[in-house]
């Protein structure tokens, strides 16, 4: 017997104050504060009834890990626990952590990105454990740490035999439920240049660090990365997000550090960019033989595919008929999530909330998205 969605005990209210609980409990990453919230997630789970597992990954920092048993290979029920920092919170509307409601929205840091879909999936994996026994999978809940920054948290769960077991399943990033089946790749690396320092008014006698990176950076924007030609995402992309050098006004800067983001679609592979830039600096050296540059990768990851016809996303736009009454076309995204390090697990992404708010003053989520988000995770191991 299937049951509907309208059957399962999933609770709006519930939804929305479990939300401002977790938006209540600083998880800021960077530095990684991710301590309290595990420890409260997993203290709800044990409440409700539902083991929870503490995956250390670092010090003070861990995945919670969940599992309901059910008749076939685990669906994984995947989100993250961090976000990112709050630079400036005195120019939010409300205090970021007060999980404020006003038009509609749940305010504040994490909201939508993602404690909001963590409380959606949260009451959607309670729920279904008072269904077990009508699972066709067995069901594995994942929440990671460091999502934000290096995926260290998606990266040690592939050690967890729960996951192991995963056969397919969702990430709950925010995508006004959307389905996303592409991610972009990215590579983050930095490069530096090395001058001679000497006093400003006889700048002649140094060489300026600052400068012999300007033709690394106008070089790099004229070369051709590859489109990729895939129909869901851009080709790639490179922004300059970090540039430091020199001391003090008065001296040649004998040092410039500079840090870039790309961003690539399927097709396009993290090494033949660096592979390019790599090429880029010889040739600058050799017509320039003052200039001494040299690349460092920070991370790079290749972009993640799900095909249209995958059985998860078959299944994901079955139960989101069964819940809204229709679907939408699966889309690509330009960034990266915990699904480039849970590699060999198909994996779409569907969540609730506008991506616009994500990472903003005043980020929040549309309350209304919620319970529908809620109840499509929970029909996925129904069906």
Not at 115 to 130: H, I, N
Not at 255 to 270: M, W
Not at 318 to 331: F, Q, T, W
Request: with cysteine; charged share 25%; aromatic share 4%.
């Amino acid at each position: 017997m299937t049951i509907s969605s309208d059957e399962l005990s999933i609770n709006e209210q519930e939804i929305i104050s479990l939300a401002q609980e977790l938006v209540k409990i600083p998880s800021e990453n960077q530095p990684g504060n991710e301590k309290a919230i595990g420890e409260y997630i997993a203290t709800w789970l044990k409440n409700k009834g539902l083991p929870a597992q503490l995956q250390e990954v670092e010090k003070d920092r861990f995945n919670v890990i969940s599992s309901i048993k059910g008749e076939g290979p685990a669906l994984l029920l995947c989100g993250h626990m961090d976000t990112v920092p709050v630079p400036n919170p005195e120019e939010w509307t409300f205090d970021p952590f007060s999980g404020e409601i006003e038009d509609g929205y749940l305010f504040g840091r994490g909201a939508l990105d993602m404690k909001g879909s963590l409380a959606c999936m949260l009451t959607a994996f309670v729920a279904l454990k008072e269904v077990e026994e009508e699972l066709s999978q067995d069901v594995v809940f994942l929440a990671t740490v460091d999502e934000e920054v290096a995926t260290k948290g998606a990266k040690k769960a592939m050690e967890s035999s729960d996951i192991r077991r995963v056969k397919q399943g969702i990430i709950a990033e925010p995508t006004d439920l959307n389905p996303v089946i592409v991610q972009k790749g990215h590579c983050w690396l930095k490069i530096k240049t090395r001058g001679v320092a000497a006093h400003g008014a006889i700048p002649e006698r140094g060489v300026n660090a600052i400068m012999k990176m300007y033709p690394v950076l106008s070089r790099i924007q004229e070369l051709d990365f590859g489109k990729g030609d895939h129909p869901l995402v851009s080709g790639t992309t490179v922004n300059i997000g970090l540039i430091n050098g020199g001391v003090k006004i008065n001296m040649v800067p004998d040092s410039c550090e500079t840090s870039l983001d790309f961003r690539f679609p399927p097709g396009v592979a993290s090494e033949s960019i660096l592979g390019k830039i790599t090429t880029l600096l010889e040739e600058l050296k050799a017509e320039d033989k003052e200039l001494d540059a040299k690349i460092e990768v920070i991370k790079c990851s290749d972009p993640v595919e799900v095909e249209r016809d995958a059985p998860i996303v078959t299944l994901l736009l079955k139960a989101m008929d069964k819940v809204l009454g229709s679907h939408s076309e699966p889309i690509g995204v330009p960034y990266y999530t915990d699904a480039s390090a849970l590699r060999g697990i198909p994996l779409v992404l569907l969540g609730p909330g506008e991506p616009g708010y994500a990472h903003q003053k005043d980020e929040r989520i549309k309350i209304s998205s919620m319970l529908p988000a809620a109840k499509i995770y929970a029909m996925l191991p129904l069906l």
